[in-house]
């Protein structure tokens, strides 16, 4: 049973595969004739570097992805990644302000990064939790009922 499973695993991998690399395909079929080649003479630094950014996040993060998906781990935030970057290279084709939506990936990170940091300090403390408080209260209580009942010490005879 378990290299039946083992080779499910690894035809959806390969189906996956398949799927992100018809995507960075149509990607670069759209980028490379519109932005490249029409404008080769006219190319800037800037958009020579552009390029290259864009072709190496999609190499990383395919290779994060394709990995992930070898060992049957999750690939959450690599897709989220791939997915943005080729959407920057798609529409960069028609504006340069698709750049900005780049800056989803670092708001997103310093929003999981201030939550963490806002529960930890916002944890409450012993004082603050009214079930604890409770619990002491009535302990003391039972304690203080304990304290005031006489003690009788019974003998044997």
């Known amino acids: 049973m378990a290299g039946q499973s083992e080779k499910k695993l690894a035809k959806q991998a390969q189906e996956a595969k398949k ?4 995507a960075i395909v149509i990607a670069n079929a759209i980028y490379i004739p519109l932005v490249i ?8 630094k ?11 996040v999609t190499y990383f993060t395919f290779g994060s992805i394709s990995s992930s998906l070898e060992l049957g781990v999750p690939v959450e935030y ?21 750049w900005y939506l780049y800056l989803v990936v670092p ?16 944890a409450p403390t012993p004082e603050d939790d009214p079930e604890e408080a409770a619990k002491r209260k009535k302990a003391e209580e039972k304690k203080a009922k304990k304290a005031e009942r006489q003690q009788f010490k019974t003998m044997r005879r």
Do not use: H, P
């Not at 799927?19 to 018809?22: A, G, P, Q, R, S």
């Not at 080649?37 to 800037?44: P, Q």
């Open 46 to 56: 800037t958009q020579w570097a552009g390029f290259i950014l864009l072709s190496g």
């Open 19 to 22: 799927k992100y690399l018809l």
């Open 37 to 44: 080649l029409a404008n080769f003479s006219e190319l800037t």
């Open 78 to 98: 690599s897709q989220d990644v791939f997915i943005i970057n080729l959407v920057v290279q798609v529409g960069s084709c028609y504006s340069s302000y698709f």
């Open 107 to 122: 708001t997103y990170a310093m929003y999981k990064a201030g939550t963490f940091l806002w529960g930890w300090f916002r």
